[in-house]
């Protein structure tokens, strides 16, 4: 998720949703600055919002199926069941013949606050492209800096676009069939899409959360791992596939009402201890 839009989030909603992270920007450039994981077992800690990753492993810049862009930000760490995922997924989609999976942010190699998401902070998130590359060899130039392709034209768009097709829905249905995926972000058109479209088990379609942006991008998050007992759980998604009137609601004036500007900022929460620690003295 973008941050800006978790801070849109936060002043228009605090009394209807929870609160979100909303990050100091010094912290953000802290953690950007490392550029090596933390050394020792693999251990989430906090919360996906607000926490970080000691013994975050990379996500190989190509794999069978995906291929990862824009590499020189290195924001390709995780947990290792994060990077077992989008093996996997990579796997699945040229398994599905659904063209070159493109891979965006996971986290930094210590996790921890990051630059332009609220979270993407402990090592279980990645967002992947809408667009799998198709059109042969990917380009180097489309490496270094993707060209981004929007599936919902504008952020109050009630539908998708005439680009959404197959090769999307399979991509995005994939992920939240996986059982180690608890959630995914995608903006509130797309999830009507499903909602409208998808047939068959629908038990996945819960996991897909409809939110802000995500019109070129979809987020996947994982539950927390084995073995990380400082890691946050959040709190399960709800029962049922999340259409109706839960999904109606993204389409009223009250998600895009203007906050109160005179509104105090909320603070950021405290980092875990055991993520300052991360950081040089
Ligand atoms: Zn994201």
Redesign the pocket.
């Known amino acids: ?2 941050r800006s839009a978790i801070l849109f989030a936060f002043l228009i909603f605090s009394a209807t949703t929870p609160a979100q992270a909303v990050d100091d920007p010094a912290l953000e450039a802290a953690f950007g600055r490392l550029s090596t994981p933390a050394p020792g077992p693999t251990r989430t800690v906090g919360r996906n919002t607000n926490g970080c990753i000691l013994g975050a492993e990379a996500l190989p810049l190509s794999g069978p199926g995906y291929r990862v862009v824009h590499p020189n930000q290195n924001r390709y760490w995780g947990h290792p069941d994060l990077i077992a995922t989008i093996r996997g997924l990579g796997e699945a989609a040229a398994a599905q013949g659904l063209g070159l999976m493109l891979v ?2 996971l986290g930094q190699p210590r996790g921890g606050p990051i630059t332009g ?1 609220g ?2 902070e402990v090592g279980l ?3 992947i492209r809408l667009n799998p590359w198709t059109e042969g060899e990917l380009p180097a130039v489309e490496i270094a800096d993707p060209t981004e392709v929007y599936y919902v034209d504008g952020a109050r768009s009630t539908a998708v676009n005439s680009k959404w097709g197959a090769a999307q829905a399979a991509l995005v249905r994939s992920a939240a069939e996986r059982p180690e995926v608890e959630r995914i ?1 995608a903006h509130p058109a797309i999830k009507k899409a499903f909602c409208e479209g998808a047939t068959g088990d629908r038990t996945w379609l819960g996991k897909v959360r409809a939110w802000y942006g ?1 019109r070129a ?1 979809f ?1 996947i998050r994982l539950g927390c791992p084995v073995g990380s007992p400082d890691c946050v759980a959040q709190a399960p998604v709800p029962e049922g596939d999340g259409c109706g009137a839960e999904l109606d609601w993204w389409f009223t004036d009250e998600p895009y009402a203007p906050g109160d500007p005179n509104a105090p900022k909320p603070e950021p929460p405290p980092l875990p201890a055991a993520c300052t620690a991360l950081l040089p003295r």
Do not use: Q
Request: aromatic share 8%; net charge negative; hydrophobic share 35%.
């Open positions: 998720m973008a965006a942010d998401h979270s993407h998130d990645a967002d972000f995500h991008h987020h």
